[in-house]
């Protein structure tokens, strides 16, 4: 029975068995597909969550990153070969990041932002657990939503309550900063009393919509998006 995000257990040891290790093979590899793809024009993309992880479930979310802003036609011309089936222009809350996401056929999102992210926006993608995937068999700790620190190891990963852990610690094992996890912790705590909020705004795009044309007319009529553009 899945747990309320947010919502801690108890420390313990997880096994993979023979189909788990499959399932994540077969999973890695559709964002294989994606990260190399991306490569042929040197851009760098990461896979984030429990993809890099190791702790999926077989519809578990297979989530690409471009960290960084980039032309949204360079991301839509190596992608469309893969089949684009959505795309559409994200912003969790009228402070956040403004972000595309690209959903493919084989199941891949991808996600890149269309204002500079800020660092605790990226460090938000390393608190999940991300991952370049140069080594396919590679795994990272990262937390899931539930508040459970996933640790890796040979056989499978340790699962340690956040609660047990200072955020000093939290903050050394996953290399971000401090305040990032304090912050994570507050969002997915707050998540798990009051259940998902929706996010500020979500615009699905025509296939031939750029992005940028998108947000440019979002920005002339939202004073919320105007202001994260150009404080960004």
Known sequence: MRRK???????????????????????????LEVVKELR??????????????????KDSDIDVIIPYVIP????????????II????VQATPHSVIKAHISLENGVNVSFPLVEP???????YRFGGMIDLRDINERVPGVNKNLMLISPTEDGHLETPLSDLSPGRIASILKISQDTVEERIRVLT?????????VYLKEILHPDESFE?????????????RRRVWNC
């Not at 959505?86 to 222009?89: P, Q």
């Open 72 to 83: 949204s036609f360079i991301v839509e011309t190596l992608l469309s070969p893969l089949g």
């Open 40 to 57: 042929t024009r040197n851009i760098t993309s990461f896979v984030h969550g429990s993809i890099a992880r190791g702790d999926v479930r």
């Open 118 to 124: 800020k660092r605790r926006e990226i460090e938000f």
């Open 86 to 89: 959505e795309k559409s222009l």
């Open 213 to 225: 044309e998108v947000l440019k007319r979002i920005v002339e009529r939202d004073p919320a998006v």
């Open 190 to 198: 707050r998540r798990g009393e009051v259940g998902r909020t929706g």
């Open 5 to 31: 995000t947010g919502e801690m257990g108890s420390p313990k040891e997880v096994i993979y068995d023979e189909k788990h290790w499959e399932i994540l093979r077969e999973l890695r590899l559709k964002a």
